[in-house]
């Protein structure tokens, strides 16, 4: 019978079928991160157990460590350091593997585990993180947890499942010039909405997906979350090898050949069937922005927000008090809006590439004066190899902080906010109320966006943004 990518890896980790669809599945990684690592840990050890395979789980520091230049243990929220303590402990305690603060592999949790070669097509890993999708950009099956089912995969190496449907979201054509993976999620939420895929595993597929680099699969897979979905994958293809080849984690010599084999049979069958298939052309997207308070509330930059009522998947009353949250009226423009401040951070879009195109729109000019601009690479490997190239100067001259790497104000688990009501323009995945601070707006964008925004000072199309030769 013909197989989804799915199936084959849902079929080389069944141990053993637990009826009703449920099955026991071999876990292959464990991702933990101080914010709800630390207390799976010390859990586990309360109970008695001990991690079955140290050598096959790995912890970070990122969510609630404090990015700004100098840290230490401390963080704004008083309470922050008992969890780099404990988890810094708990890890070593385990005999894991920690990318503590000052370790150059340091960084949020979705970002060094490609950049590692922790991830590896067909293989199963799981972390108490509900971006742990982003990383099925690899062709990997991996996805977020809770925190007693995290101790169970690290006790024993298995978790018991349910099985998922399958859901394939095929992308023909090419994304246009100044399109990218960040506006096509964007574009997947507001057509499919929030529980457009709720439950299912979504194959990203068609030449478009294709055409994508790894950094762009990576945004792409990371916003699956948002549409409900149990994680997201693409079959790994030479542009996955490439990437992967020489990674400290990554197989070597005759292990990467076999590897690489082995991937090359990581695709779904022609006639395979899906649960649910969805299909888009890429040139029908264009640069998105959020208006309101979920992701799926999104639209074209250069649209107007929708008139109350006027919103296909929303309630009259979700409309009236997400705009009303907002600080926005029916029916106003978007473009032309004042922002206070500009992110540019988080496992979404904080590698190097995007810090990259971001500083090519920065080069030469300067942020608007009442605008809080702030750069947080992703991992310390990034800010590294960014510093390397001097983008960080390119960022500092244009007025934005240049922080260490971590979550940061994607999610202010650390105490690091954003002010009430101030608008925010932000490279992050979701705009939920008091995400980025209490009171907080926040407006999705791609990097490209926020950069030329906060340049203008108000949000504006990232053509604005172009180095003008
Ligand atoms: C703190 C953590 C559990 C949470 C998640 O699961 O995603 C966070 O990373 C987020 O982005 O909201
Ligand atoms: S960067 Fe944001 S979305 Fe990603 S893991 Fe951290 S808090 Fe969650």
Redesign the pocket.
Known sequence: MAKTLFDKIWEAHRIADLGDGAALIAIDRVLLHE??GGVALQSLESAGYSVLAPERAFATMD?VVDTRPGRTDETLMPTGKNFIVATREAAKKAGITMFDIGDPRQGIVHIISPEQGIIQPGSTLVC????TCSQGALGGLAW?IGSSEAEHALATGTLRIQKPGTMRITVSGQLSRGVTAKDLALYILEQIGAAGSRGLVVEYAGTAIAALDVDQRLTLCNMA?ELGAFTAIIAPDDTTFAYLEGRPFSPQGALWTQAVEAGRDLSSDDDACFDREWSMDASDVAPMITWGTSPQQAMRLGAPVPRTGDSPRDTAEAVVRALDYMGLKPEQEIVGLKIDAAFIGSCTNSRVSDLRRVAEILRGKHVAPHVRAICVPGSSQVRIAAEAEGLHQVFLDAGFEWREAG?SM??Y?GGESFGPQERVISST??NFESRQGPGTRTHLASPETVAASAIAGRIVSPAHGEPSS
């Open positions: 914010r709800t969510h108490p993180d509900s971006h977020g979350t979550c994607c999610f688990a995945n979701r």
